[in-house]
């Protein structure tokens, strides 16, 4: 395998750029060190010919492990604020052992996220409730949403800008 | 919060919107990073609830009524030819292109332990396995799958693609016959004849040819391995087939065909299951799979979470 379209050789030769661009996204040299090694791990196995352009790829790749670090960074969180809510609770063993399961903790967590996204959804303004939802809860493009709301490209934009700011002011604790 | 806070919360929105793209500018946006650390915050937090609705998108599109009016609760007359015949094959065929390229589109669903085929306009037929959902776009060329399974019979055409969108993956073809499975957190693409493009997001391009499936959550790089065509889409024949599959990812198959929720205990959802599950009615599916993979059943009103056996 030559070193132009060897993973590990280009997770090396771009090593400078994305050890910059990690440590910018999440303001830790050592949590960027983890994410590179990771980012090595999950590219090993890609096959070269798959990949056209191998830096906005990594790039790519490194940019999404931070989000799933942060992801699960929140879930956990979520999870031991509810444990320590329990933990005031009156409780019999019994029911203790069933609702603390893992699984069960889990499957509730996400429905509770669900029901406070969903309703932050519903809130938002007409337009921007309409625009969101088409697109990132309907899987439309920007391009269907526009088309079928009547409005232009860039009006589908604004109204998303409008959705995300208000869904952070909404789910803000 | 003061305008500088606002400023920064725009500009991590539009960060978030261009970085979505092929093109984007990683650099200028490292740049922008360390221009001050509470752009990093900003971005964070819109990036956050992004990822978090991307997480429960299903859950929200059940819960919120449709913008596109085009769910499963709209009475339609093509409805009625696929309803009675639960567990059957029925044929529903779509209407051709009558009115606009705007044309609503229209969704297809199954109830657990039904089937049905859609044929459309153009010849392409698709087979929806038990307990899953596709959008077909008004213009019959751009396909969702919402959940669950669907194998696609494309007929040749290199003048018309046909572009079929499944969690974070969109898959181009422009005539062949490959499947796709969602659910267990990961997308899996396996084609039986002709070759298929597969994008990732904005990411990674793979050209997937007979014989091959890919598996991926959408995110990272996906896997592709060997799968004999036979065993693409194995549903259509009354049998699951894994090849190192994860539990969790058997235990949202056997859900789909019973009707009910069927859950791993998250310390065994990655452990590896290869074998062949007869469907049947469904209702023994989980005794098989507990047997064949040495699971405990434990049955939690009508839930199911497969656990370790004791040693």
Redesign the interface.
Known sequence: MNPESDPAGMVAHFRA?LM??LV????DRDEAEDILQELWV??R???P????HW???L???A???V??R??AA?RRAARERRWSEEAHGVMSPTEEA?DT????D??IA??E???R??SA??NLPEGAR?VF??H?????SHG?VA??LGISKSGV?KH??VA??H??RM?AD | MDNGDIDRIEEAIAWHHALARDDADWDRFTAWLEADPANRTAYDEIASIDAAVDAHRDTILAILPSETGARESRPSRRWALGAGVAAALALVVGIPLLHTPQEKAVIYTTRPAETKAVALADGTRIALSADSAISVGGNQREITLQRGAAYFDVPHDPTRQLSVTAGGYRIMDIGTHFSIDSGGGRVAIAVADGTVTVTQGTGGRTVLAAGRRLIGNGEGAPMVSPIASADVASWRQGRLVYDNASLAVVAADISRYRGTPVSVDPALAERRFSGVLVIGDGTRLVSDLASVAGLRVDRRGDRIVLGGKPS
């Not at chain 1, 990132?136 to 439309?140: D, N």
């Open positions: 750029d910059r661009f910018a996204r999440t303001g999950r590219t196995d890609v096959k010919a798959a990949v056209e830096r906005a790829y790039f790519r790749v940019h999404n492990l989000i799933d942060r992801r929140q069933a399961a893992p699984g069960a889990d499957a996400a429905r996220e669900a029901a996204l969903a959804i519903a309409r939802q088409l990132k809860i309907e899987g439309h269907e088309a079928h934009e998303m800008a995300m700011k869904l952070r789910l």
